[in-house]
């Protein structure tokens, strides 16, 4: 079988030997553009993902942490502090930040996707919601005028509320903090595979030739 294939290989025409290896050659550069096509598309996916909502939630998710512990040093200034000039400004930047926050909160929900960012997402809220609650009690006794009752309240209910709160913010931010680092060892595993397999092809073309 072998020596027959080879003494029609030989016995073939110049035309009919150029039209094989010329064949050869074409599917050689389609697959090439394939797997090319195949890896941009690959990279393309995970640069997308990391930089339309991983990073963004990232640097949402962060600056959310940041306002937490500024908000949280803020109330207790305000409770512990009767300095008149401090509760005027600490005040309206307390609400500000609150305010902000919200808003963050809002759009770290519109690009939720996955069981478990939700599911950090809704922990997260409820704590939030624990911690304004115990901040507005600790306030309102300092509005009225009983320092000492608001100081107490701040260390049994204000600061471990705001304690387990931040925790809660951390947890998300580490959980899409590690989804960039997953995208990027994707898009440089994709990469490094892509340039393999088309060198593998350059040097079967070499060699075929």
Avoid at 12 to 34: E, N, P, Q, Y
Wanted: proline letters at 1%; hydrophobic letters at 50%.
């Amino acid at each position: 079988m072998e020596t027959r294939a080879q003494g029609r290989w030989e016995s073939a025409s110049i035309r009919a030997k150029l039209v094989v290896a010329f064949s050869a050659f074409m599917i050689l550069l389609v697959s090439m553009a394939g797997v090319g096509a195949w890896r941009l598309a690959q990279l393309d996916a995970a640069a997308t993902r990391m930089a339309s909502v991983n990073l963004t939630m990232e640097r949402l998710v962060g600056e959310w942490l940041s306002h937490t512990r500024a908000n949280a040093v803020r109330a207790t200034v305000l409770t512990l502090s009767d300095d008149q000039e401090l509760q005027r400004i600490l005040g309206p930047e307390l609400a500000a930040t609150s305010k902000r926050v919200g808003e963050l909160q809002g759009k770290v929900e519109a690009l939720l996707a996955g069981e478990r960012p939700r599911q950090l997402f809704a922990e997260m809220g409820q704590r939030r919601k624990d911690y304004l609650a115990a901040r507005e009690r600790v306030l309102e006794k300092r509005k009225a005028g009983q320092g000492a009752e608001a100081a107490a309240l701040l260390q049994s209910a204000m600061l471990p509320a705001v304690g387990t709160y931040v925790d809660s913010i951390q947890a998300l931010a580490t959980y899409y903090t590690e989804e960039v680092g997953r995208d990027a060892a994707l898009a440089r595993a994709s990469a490094d595979s892509g340039r393999n397999v088309l060198v593998g092809f350059c040097l079967a073309g070499v060699l075929a030739s």
